[in-house]
């Protein structure tokens, strides 16, 4: 899955996403890019999933008119500490993922049944 991560993620979670092809906004030269300039772009490079930490984008953006899923990750801080315990979680919701919705990922709660 070509899979792009916005600039509020650390860059190093990239090569945690494996076997996925993983390109990160500041990789492409992308940082300047505004929002929907952005997702417009991912849609044009043919990215299948945008993922992101920017809490705000899904008030500013109609993603129901782009191509690929997007993920919120709502994790502090998104540094590669704050990103990897989601790792797992992250990875079983791409086959999910439907174009143009959002779906939202934060760290779960352990449960007994994890222990």
């Not at 540094?79 to 779906?103: F, N, Q, V």
């Amino acid at each position: 899955m070509k899979i792009l991560l916005d600039e509020n993620i650390d860059p190093k979670f990239a090569s945690h996403l494996a076997p996925h092809d993983v390109q990160t906004v500041r990789g492409l030269g992308w940082l300047s890019v505004k929002n929907g300039a952005l997702l417009r772009a991912a849609a044009e490079a043919g990215f299948e999933v945008f993922m992101t930490g920017d809490r705000d984008m899904q008030f500013q953006q109609n993603f129901s008119q782009f191509p690929f899923g997007i993920i919120l990750i709502r994790v502090h801080p998104f540094t590669l500490g704050g990103l990897l315990p989601m790792r797992d979680h992250i990875l079983a919701s791409l086959p999910h993922l439907e174009p143009g919705k959002l779906t939202i990922l934060e760290p779960r709660l352990m449960t007994p049944d994890d222990l």
